[in-house]
């Protein structure tokens, strides 16, 4: 009944959501190909905030603060739902990608602390947090009041799949 369930999530969310066009990539990853244009949902940019928006209602019912956003965050977060969209695969940690504490230095962050949700097949930021809040270790990444900062990616795939990742830190 889960795979069902799971396979109607990605189907309806295929449906809600219309694939980005392919783009080319100065870089020598295939897996940049996955644009960050516009679409039904609005910009990436407004993707992410909702995203943070709805994390940090649910952080502040629990009594935490609220987290802020980082753009050195976003761009880790980004890299790799770009990748996983690319892929067609969900992973914290793609086949040749380094640990997501390495990604995140990378991209600029040097965290004391430092983790990750991803998630694919939903359609819209209330569903992707709402799909976190009912899954024990992502509930608990995101009620963590230790962090401090978050970063967000949100990427379609060529078959029309939703992915998001978000990246909590603390420094």
Request: glycine fraction near 8%.
């Amino acid at each position: 009944m889960r795979k069902v369930l799971a396979a109607l999530t990605v189907i309806t969310a295929a449906l809600v959501v219309a694939p980005a066009p392919p783009a080319t990539s100065a870089g020598s990853d295939r897996a940049e190909r996955v644009t960050t244009q516009t679409h039904r949902l609005g910009t990436l940019d407004g993707i992410r905030q909702s995203v943070v928006n709805l994390i940090n209602n649910r952080r502040r019912n629990r009594g935490c603060n609220n987290l802020s956003r980082n753009d050195a965050l976003d761009q880790a977060a980004q890299t790799h739902t770009r990748k996983m969209a690319n892929r067609n695969r969900l992973s914290h940690e793609l086949p040749g990608e380094p640990s997501l504490g390495v990604r995140v230095r990378r991209a600029g962050y040097d965290w004391t602390l430092v983790a990750e949700n991803v998630a694919a097949g939903y359609g819209t930021p209330a569903a992707v947090v709402r799909g976190w809040m009912n899954s024990s270790g992502h509930r608990r990444n995101i009620l963590n009041c230790r962090y401090r900062h978050i970063g967000v990616g949100y990427a379609v795939s060529q078959r029309g799949t939703p992915y998001w990742t978000a990246v909590f830190g603390r420094r």
